[in-house]
């Protein structure tokens, strides 16, 4: 079970970090993702980390905004999404995700086996 929690309504500019629970499977072995999907377009890739924490990966519209985490340290497997810099267009439902597929970070999401209900995060100009 993936459960996403932390998103809210931020101004331009501000900043939100967003958590993902991961519990009842092994997800310390799973790389883990963050994807978001705006009204009236399709699910995109945000960033993804893998299940050491050692390689991240990140799209090109949040580059150096937006930083991925995890904390393997206990049986819920916490996943973060720090975003500064928050602009209009960063407005989506995100989904946490995880993958199975541990040879790589994965940046579609069919390559993601288990996913959270999604947080909204409305950025106002």
Do not use: H
Request: with cysteine.
């Amino acid at each position: 079970q993936l459960q996403a929690s932390g998103g809210g309504l931020v101004q331009t500019g501000g900043s939100l970090r967003l958590s993902c629970a991961a519990s009842g499977r092994t997800f310390s072995s799973y790389n883990m993702g963050w994807f978001r999907q705006a009204p009236g377009k399709e699910r995109e890739f945000v960033a993804g980390i893998s299940w050491r924490g050692g390689t991240t990966y990140y799209a090109d519209s949040v580059k150096g905004r937006f930083t991925i985490s995890r904390d393997n340290a206990k049986n819920t497997v916490m996943v973060y999404l720090q975003m500064n810099s928050l602009k209009p267009e960063d407005t989506a439902v995100y989904y946490c995700a995880a993958s199975s597929r541990r040879q790589w970070v994965g940046v579609s999401s069919n390559e993601y086996d288990y996913w959270g209900q999604g947080t909204l995060v409305t950025v106002s100009s």
